[in-house]
């Protein structure tokens, strides 16, 4: 029998992706909101399934999409019919420009909800923050309303060229609602308009449900606070330790016994810190607030770092301050009092206990010229002030403990849906804010999402729109996974590692070696092969997603 091989193809993991793409229903989502246009040979959702395969296996240029579409198996992946050559960057460019039009915000907006109802995901508690993106091309517009590329300073302080990413999802990451944004957009102003949104997107979902926005000290102002009364929704921040209300709150926390303090817990598995907690109420802005204090077992690294600094710093000023006082006595007890009284109420040490004293010294008087010789010397009484430095452990402690408080500033109600909202309850649902960060990172990361090679700021959008999905498909994937993966029954990892809560690159690279095969047959049939057979681990991950080797084959 003559079998030819017509292709091999490194499938790796993206048969998965583009399984759960079609899974979720978002081919046929997309190309209801962006129309097929019957001139073209492709449709707007095959450049986004194409483009999103890109993206989660190493980004690359448009201009080497079609090359690369050569090396995949595009009907597989995609749709029977599909000739690689159709992907060229002028192809794909105006499938861009069509998603701009179709208003790109709107699709992804809507491939979002879809996801979370096909997931049967909670819209109880919602994490937000923004972020930025470095850019450096030379970006041309035709229209004004478009996103803005332009300077701003990024997370670090930095003056440059930037777009910026707005964030809301779940304790697990996967997007709720996202947008692309211009790139000097304050967050104290993204805030606010954006409970709007989400308001409008849950109305649209048919859900009027209340639900909670957790946001970090931006979200602490008077607009925020209004729309979140507006949006249906209930606030957790932390409050700038700028705000008088929080200053109040921390300095009552001082006076307090540890009595009136909650006892430590634990909101990790296990080496996590400890927390106490204890809560007073105010009002901001004529609204009624919870306060709660907080107080961590692990002190923040830039605050650790900037007490041991005034540490050292004082060490050493004490210690000049010993030595100055050495080099030049009194000649006379009163006046060397008079300077001991002035420096202890001069010093105020927060991490040292100090004793000062005024010593008196008698040494022979010292003359001009060579002394005589068998000359008795000539004695001299002189008084110094000798300073005693000690470093106070206690002091330390207390800072290190009132550096480790922050205050977490809500407008939950005590009790909502017949569940205890209390202080530990709240603390728990603000550290979620982890997740929003963790998307951050994704979208930082150059394996993902590498330079932006196109010209014009509404393509500029598209593609971080397309960044978002990417984003959102990544998550589901894994927590699909995260579900049936325990520690009983963990994978195997590189290097044999366990893994109990495996990342999604994690998993990809347990996939890294899976070929296909394409045959032809003598009758002209393709029938498509695995290079080798799955392994134990990779047949596993398969089922407990609800899948075979098929996906394959």
Known sequence: MDVRIRAIYESSYLNIISTIFKDLGLPQLIDRLVPVDPQCQTRASDVVGLLLLDILSGRQALVHLERWAHDIDLPKLIRPGLDPSWFNDDAIARHLDRLYEANIHQVLSSCLVQIYKKEGLPL???????????????????????????????????????????????????????????????DKTWNPEVLSRVHEQLKQAKIEDEWI?????????????????AANAFLITRGPSSLRIVKTALSEADAQPDSAWSAPFALAEKNGATYRVWE??????????????????????????TLEKERVKEAELLREEQARWERHPFSCREDAEQALASLKASLRPRF????????????????????????????????????????????????????????????????????????QEILKLYKGQISVEMNFSFLKDPFFTDEIYVKKPERVAVLGYLFLLALAIYRVFQRRVRQFITPERPLK?????????????????????VRVVLLELPDGQIQRRLGKPLTPDQRRILQGLGMDESIYL
């Not at 931006?218 to 979140?228: E, G, H, N, S, V």
């Not at 008196?360 to 002189?382: D, F, S």
């Not at 990892?493 to 070696?513: D, E, N, S, V």
């Open 124 to 186: 109880r508690v919602f994490h937000a923050d923004t972020t930025d993106k470095t850019v450096y091309g030379a970006y041309e517009s035709d229209s004004s309303d478009g996103l803005h590329i332009t300077y701003g300073y990024n997370r670090h302080h930095r003056w440059q060229k930037q777009i910026g990413f707005g964030l809301i999802g779940n304790e697990d990451g996967i997007p709720f609602y996202g947008d692309v944004h211009d790139g000097n957009v304050p």
């Open 213 to 229: 926005y957790v946001a970090d000290s931006a979200a602490m102002t008077k607009d925020t606070l209004a729309q979140t009364k």
């Open 280 to 305: 007073t109420a105010s009002t901001y802005e004529g609204q009624p607030v919870r306060l709660i204090v907080v107080e961590s077992s692990a002190l923040d690294q830039r605050k650790g770092k």
């Open 352 to 423: 040292h206990r100090v004793e000062a004293a005024v010593e008196e010294i008698v040494r022979p008087k010292k003359r001009r010229g060579r002394p005589k010789k068998g000359a008795e010397p000539e004695m001299e009484t002189l008084y110094t002030l000798r300073l005693s430095v000690e470093f106070n452990q206690d002091a330390w402690e207390q800072a290190r403990r009132k550096a480790s408080r922050f205050v977490l500033v809500t407008t939950v109600p005590k009790e909502w849906k017949g569940q205890p909202m209390d202080a």
């Open 493 to 513: 990892g590189a290097g044999g590692r366990k893994l109990t809560r495996p990342t999604g690159q994690a998993i990809f690279q347990l996939f890294w070696y």
